[in-house]
T-cell receptor, first 114, second 109 residues
Framework: DAMVIQNPRYQVTQFGKPVTLSCSQT?????MYWYQQKSSQAPKLLFH???????NEADTPDNFQSRRPNTSFCFLDIRSPGLGDAAMYLC?????????????FGPGTRLTVT | GQNIDQPTEMTATEGAIVQINCTYQ??????LFWYQQHAGEAPTFLSY??LDGLEEKGRFSSFLSRSKGYSYLLLKELQMKDSASYLC??????????WGAGTKLIIKP
């Protein structure tokens, strides 16, 4: 089945220790997104890629970086995690070739910062 | 600015009907989504409306009025598994999703 995969599902890191979250997709979608979601809040868009074209949201902290080495994979790097970065990180994909721009989500990675 | 409003929490009884409202003010409109999100899980797609009117899909229906900036999600024959958050999201003029904070729906037996 075509899908969006995120690894790991749960990640624990120490304050200030770099961490990388990964996302892969078998949908061959040209757009990939990273969201941060805290409890009872809306998902907050951090970045998105349209093919290799990187788009950074204006209020995304410099502490967050992203890489998309090919169509299938996308990574979220948190260079120096703080306690406030503990959240669910959601990867999503969509295709600009469909009229609805529906986003397909992976299961998410729950990040804990100790 | 862009804004999506939906109630924070609603409670309903198993077997009943509930309507979750969403009002929006966005720069442009290219469609409205409803997603369901169970606690600790990712959002899953429920419905998409781009034209005015009602879209029915089994127990769930979604309505859109573009002139009023308003949508609702109607859930019939409620089941305990419908306890979740329901998120309204609008596709703006830049084809980005603008998300509401979600409505937590609690189903009681």
């Amino acid at each position: 089945d075509a899908m969006v995969i995120q690894n790991p599902r749960y990640q624990v890191t120490q304050f200030g220790k770099p961490v990388t979250l990964s996302c892969s997709q078998t949908l061959n979608h040209n757009v990939m997104y990273w969201y941060q979601q805290k409890s009872s809040q809306a998902p907050k868009l951090l970045f998105h890629y349209y093919d290799k074209d990187f788009n950074n949201e204006a209020d995304t902290p410099d502490n967050f970086q992203s890489r998309r080495p090919n169509t299938s994979f996308c990574f979220l790097d948190i260079r120096s995690p703080g306690l406030g970065d503990a959240a669910m990180y959601l990867c999503a994909t969509s295709s600009r070739n469909t009229p609805s721009y529906e986003q397909y989500f992976g299961p998410g990675t729950r990040l804990t910062v100790t | 600015g862009q804004n999506i409003d939906q109630p924070t929490e609603m409670t309903a009884t198993e077997g009943a009907i509930v309507q979750i409202n969403c009002t929006y003010q966005t720069s442009g409109f290219n469609g409205l989504f409803w997603y369901q999100q169970h606690a600790g899980e990712a959002p899953t797609f429920l419905s998409y409306n781009v034209l005015d009117g009602l879209e029915e899909k089994g127990r769930f229906s979604s309505f859109l009025s573009r002139s009023k900036g308003y949508s609702y999600l109607l859930l019939k024959e409620l089941q305990m598994k419908d306890s979740a958050s329901y998120l309204c999201a609008v596709v703006d003029s830049n084809y980005q999703l603008i998300w509401g904070a979600g409505t937590k729906l609690i189903i009681k037996p």
